[in-house]
C-alpha cells in the first residue's frame, strides 16, 4: 500500500480526541479567526490528561502551522485541545496498526 493512500487529513473545530491509536503526524494548522489570541494544546493522549506535546497560538486572523521533517510520534492517541476561542486545526497524519 502506497503511504499516499494511508495518511489522513482531518479537520476538526473543536477539542477532541482525533486517534486513540498511536499516531504520527506530519504536519498542522491551527487557524485562528477571533479578534484575540487563539491557543491550541496538542496532547500525546486520548484526552488533556495526556502527555503535552506543543501548543500552537495563531492571532487574529492569522495561522500557526507547523511542517515537520520527520513525522512526530503520538504514542498513547492524538488529542487537540481548543484551549482559547480557535477556529479550526487541519491535521495531516498515519495511523499506527500496534
Same mark, same amino acid.
Given at each position: 500500500?502506497?503511504?499516499?493512500? !494511508? /495518511?489522513?487529513?482531518?479537520?476538526? @473545530? $473543536?477539542?477532541? #480526541?482525533? #486517534?486513540?491509536?498511536?499516531?504520527?503526524?506530519?504536519?498542522?494548522?491551527? !487557524? =485562528?479567526? %477571533?479578534?484575540?489570541? +487563539? @491557543?491550541?494544546? !496538542?496532547?500525546? =493522549?486520548? +484526552?488533556?490528561? *495526556?502527555?503535552?506535546? &506543543?501548543?500552537?497560538? $495563531? *492571532? $487574529?486572523?492569522?495561522?500557526?502551522?507547523?511542517?515537520? %521533517? %520527520?513525522?512526530?510520534? &503520538? $504514542?498513547? *492517541?492524538?488529542? /487537540?485541545? &481548543? @484551549? @482559547?476561542? =480557535?477556529?479550526?486545526? %487541519?491535521?495531516?497524519?498515519?495511523? /499506527? +496498526?500496534?
Amino acid at each position: 500500500m502506497y503511504e499516499s493512500q !494511508i /495518511i489522513k487529513v482531518e479537520r476538526v @473545530t $473543536a477539542s477532541v #480526541c482525533l #486517534c486513540k491509536t498511536p499516531v504520527f503526524v506530519y504536519s498542522i494548522c491551527a !487557524i =485562528g479567526l %477571533a479578534q484575540t489570541d +487563539n @491557543t491550541y494544546k !496538542i496532547y500525546d =493522549g486520548q +484526552n488533556s490528561e *495526556g502527555k503535552h506535546k &506543543f501548543t500552537m497560538v $495563531a *492571532g $487574529a486572523y492569522q495561522a500557526d502551522f507547523r511542517l515537520f %521533517a %520527520a513525522p512526530v510520534l &503520538f $504514542a498513547k *492517541g492524538l488529542y /487537540i485541545d &481548543f @484551549t @482559547t476561542h =480557535g477556529e479550526e486545526v %487541519a491535521v495531516q497524519y498515519m495511523e /499506527i +496498526n500496534p
